[in-house]
């Protein structure tokens, strides 16, 4: 237990410490929030869709989670090339602990991310319906940071170096972004699309963020987060099996 | 007879086709300084990783303080302290937090390891520097913290991967002789590995030298000197291992350090 807590708390420490980090991985979605906010919000009206910036903030929301959440995963790559990880898998502690700690806290900077995102949100004017679902929607936010976390150890064991790095975000991150509903309604998607957003676990975590910050659900916030549970514990399951088989 | 802490028998290691460590056998005895030697890619790393539980040998036994890495990993972990070849410290920790982050993974208790933490880092007179980030010390800071951090959890055997590449004769000197004190006061088996001769020759009781994955000659030094008729264990070791200049796999690991600062920030 000890030594779970204490990877976790490495993983906050190194969040803290690099605020340029912090920084830089807002401004994504500060620029989606201002750019595609007011870009669209005209056509987004008319179009009878009602005020975009309310559709777009949760969105905008899980991009910082789950860009966050993707990193944190890979960043065992760089603990694997400058040593730390040696460190680790020395040490009297089952493999399986290593890795639970380090995605417990990824998803913890994740989430607090997501978080920050979300406070800004306020600044550009979203308003929030009602409070009363705002722990559901950190439960969603961690869902979504955990499931991402895991993603990135599971593909962060797999690779050697950063090379690959690149080639995840722009064929797996990004789709799974583009194609969860984050950005556009899903209704009315030519089926093909259609078929594919719903496979994309990521819809039924902005879903469920839209059920609980703007109560606009789709699917309903129970198979929103049963779906987004199960994919998270097969996720952390393959993340395991990977990082368990990592050679040094 | 003296207790052997690390007994090594007919171990192999095979990588596909190739076979970095080929049936090799060798002992430690408790509370001496062990120098392991060899050429670059002699298998040196290779055997290294076994013995502390980071690959599964191919065939052989091995055993540590009484454990067999295979079987029961987690008390050979807690027998041993190393010193990586690489830093293995995080940079974005500081000193103190990297002594507690070891101190908490081997389940120090508390107390204890608060007073450890701070003998060891007195001793390598980096006390006064413990809330700094690790990213602002020097090579030989960092390695002299690396080896109070392999203490702190009183291993029996300290693994030093070539624990003075890079350092200067004097912090080299300041390094040696606290490792020399702490086998003599604590009884603490060293094995360590080296290029440099001159070293292996000064602080180590007995070699070992492998070459291309087979040790090709163990014993003191004195023992190697006489048997290649050789003044000094740098001419021994060249008349054992030959002149010629090997080859080493490059890591991706050099791409990495040039990337780093880039992804960084």
Request: net charge neutral; hydrophobic share 45%; glycine share 10%.
């Amino acid at each position: 237990m000890k030594a779970i807590y204490i990877l976790w708390l490495r993983q906050l420490k190194r969040y803290f410490r690099s605020r340029a980090r912090i920084i830089g991985s807002l401004g994504q979605p500060i620029l989606f929030l201002v750019a595609l906010g007011f870009g669209f919000g005209p056509v987004f009206q008319k179009a009878g869709g009602g005020d975009y910036m309310e559709f777009l903030a949760p969105g905008v929301i899980a991009m910082g989670i789950i860009f966050t959440g993707i990193f944190s995963g890979i960043e065992i790559i760089w603990d694997r090339q400058f040593g730390f990880l040696k460190e680790t898998l020395v040490a009297p502690i089952s493999r399986l602990q290593i890795m639970v700690g380090r995605t417990l806290g990824g998803a913890t900077v994740a989430t607090l991310q997501g978080v920050i995102v979300f406070l800004l949100t306020f600044a550009i004017g979203f308003k929030l319906p009602s409070l009363a679902l705002l722990p559901l929607a950190i439960i969603f936010m961690f869902l979504i940071a955990l499931l991402f976390t895991a993603l990135g150890t599971a593909i962060g064991s797999l690779l050697d170096d950063m090379q690959g790095f690149q080639l995840i975000i722009n064929f797996l991150v990004m789709p799974l972004f583009f194609l969860s509903g984050a950005l556009f309604p899903l209704d009315g998607l030519p089926s093909g699309i259609k078929a594919v957003t719903m496979i994309d676990p990521l819809t039924y975590g902005v879903d469920g963020l839209h059920a609980t910050l703007t109560a606009a659900s789709q699917f309903g916030i129970l198979t929103d987060l049963s779906v987004l549970g199960v994919i998270t514990v097969i996720l952390l399951i393959i993340g395991s099996y990977l990082f368990s088989k990592i050679q040094i | 007879m003296t207790e052997n802490i690390i007994q090594v028998s007919n171990l192999s290691k095979k990588f596909g086709d190739i076979t970095a460590v080929d049936n090799i056998s060798f002992s430690v005895r408790k509370g001496e300084i062990f120098a392991f030697l060899g050429p670059n890619g002699a298998g040196k790393s290779t055997t290294i990783k076994m013995l502390t539980t980071l690959l599964t040998p191919t065939s052989g036994k091995i055993n540590l303080n009484g454990y067999d890495p295979v079987t029961d990993s987690k008390n050979v972990r807690s027998s041993f302290g190393i010193v990586f070849q690489d830093p293995s410290l995080d940079d974005e920790l500081t000193a103190w937090e990297n002594m507690e982050f070891h101190g908490v993974l081997y389940s120090v208790p508390k107390e204890i390891r608060r007073t450890r933490i701070e003998q060891l880092m007195k001793i390598v007179e980096l006390w006064d520097r413990k809330d700094s980030l690790v990213k602002e010390f020097s090579g030989g800071m960092k390695r002299r913290l690396e080896i109070a951090r392999g203490l702190l959890h009183h291993p029996k055997v300290l693994f030093l991967d070539e624990p003075t590449i890079g350092l200067d004769p004097q912090t080299r000197n300041h390094i040696w002789s606290y490792i020399q004190n702490l086998n003599k006061e604590e009884g603490i088996t060293i094995f360590f590995t080296t290029h440099y001769m001159e070293e292996a020759d000064r602080v180590a009781e007995r070699v070992a030298i492998i070459d291309q994955g087979k040790i090709i000659g163990d014993g003191t030094p004195s023992e190697l000197k006489a048997k290649t008729q050789t003044a000094s264990l740098e001419d021994a070791f060249l008349n054992l291992t030959g002149h010629v200049i090997r080859s080493e796999n490059v890591s991706s690991t050099d791409h990495m350090r040039a990337n780093r600062r880039m992804w960084r920030r």
